[in-house]
């Protein structure tokens, strides 16, 4: 397959609750037109009882966007996936990661790895209620759930009720004792895993996550996974992005600087702000734009300090940006620049 033929799967943003919001998907948008961006997490009670628009209105510009789901019911995920597909939404991913105690819970998220039946029924109720695809996001094992043949028959007792595409965050959880931001990062990284999974299941789609830092580890990655999804360090250092349609998805397309990137993000912040959003709601998202360049310290203490005061507007956004050197606004990287990590 060549580069510009490739899925969107490709390469991805992952859902990250409180940073992955509509706001954080538009100024992503303004970086890479290819890559697949997800919400937060949503719950179906969330959805079905709460603020329809608040939970799953979106800018179209955020195309390709895929809607991730949290909860257990087959009829409520059902029902939430007939939205999804009202709604215009790419792709429904069902969580099955999220080590969170508010998940447990709920009996969703990564405890549902333990019951893999109960992610069969609900992939089946979700795909009879829509056409879109149906996807899942899993650790590679929970607790003393984490053998490599307990994977697999989570993996193909989900894939018998018609899932063709796994997202594999490459660690296991730990349910009790750890919390979600230890979970992140204390269990070691098995790539390995992943990849076995691939070998063992050609014809499903595999999707390689966590602890990929930049696109050079994303290629490596390809040469093998069907798609690599990206966490922190798209939201922590968000220009990475910027070269992701030309060196991933194979456009002959330059990357934009960042200072085009702020330039077509802020008629969408204005419009926000004409309708009561405070500035740092959009601006926080863009902290990380400037990340290990000169001016970054003042463009992330000038939206800080002021992003969150009454009447704050653009004015600030300029000020931010006119303490930027030219030479960072408006360089561009060097095709097939090796990025580091």
Same mark, same amino acid.
């Given at each position: ?43 179906? $009670?969330a959805i079905l009882h709460g603020d329809r628009e608040r ?72 795909? $009879? ?189 300029r000020e931010a940006l006119a303490g930027v050197p030219d ?15």
């Amino acid at each position: 397959m060549s580069a510009a033929a490739r899925p969107p799967h490709t390469l991805s943003v992952a859902p990250m609750m409180d940073w992955t919001d509509r706001h954080c998907r538009v100024f992503h948008r303004t970086l890479t037109r290819r890559t697949l961006l997800y919400t937060e997490m949503v719950t179906t $009670g969330a959805i079905l009882h709460g603020d329809r628009e608040r939970h799953l209105g979106y800018s179209p510009a955020e195309h390709p966007l895929a809607l991730q789901l949290g909860g257990s019911d087959p009829a409520a995920l059902a029902e939430c996936a007939r939205m999804a597909q009202d709604w215009g939404y790419a792709e429904v991913n069902l969580n099955c990661g999220c080590p969170s105690d508010r998940v447990q819970n709920g009996s969703f998220g990564a405890c549902l790895m333990g019951t893999p039946d109960v992610v069969a029924r609900a992939v089946d109720a979700m795909r $009879g209620a829509t056409t879109l695809p149906v996807t899942v996001k899993h650790r590679i094992g929970i607790d003393d759930l984490d053998s490599y043949e307990h994977l697999t028959a989570f993996v193909r007792t989900v894939a018998a009720a018609g899932c063709e595409t796994f997202i594999v965050h490459a660690r296991k959880a730990w349910l009790s004792g750890l919390s979600p931001k230890e979970n992140r990062e204390i269990p070691p990284l098995r790539y390995e895993v992943v990849r076995q999974l691939k070998v063992d299941f050609p014809h499903l789609t595999i999707v390689l996550n966590g602890g990929v830092l930049s696109l050079d580890a994303a290629q490596e990655a390809l040469a093998w996974a069907d798609g690599v999804m990206i966490g922190r360090a798209a939201y922590q250092e968000p220009y990475l992005l910027a070269e992701a349609d030309g060196r991933i998805f194979g456009e002959q397309t330059q990357p934009v600087t960042r200072r085009e990137a702020i330039e077509a993000y802020l008629p969408y912040v204005d419009a926000q702000l004409a309708a009561g959003q405070p500035l740092n709601r959009m601006m926080k998202h863009t902290l990380g734009l400037f990340a290990g360049q000169p001016g970054a310290r003042h463009w992330k203490r000038t939206l800080s300090e002021q992003g969150h005061k009454p009447g704050a507007g653009l004015p600030v956004v300029r000020e931010a940006l006119a303490g930027v050197p030219d030479s960072v606004l408006d360089a561009r990287p060097a095709v097939g620049e090796r990025q580091t990590a």
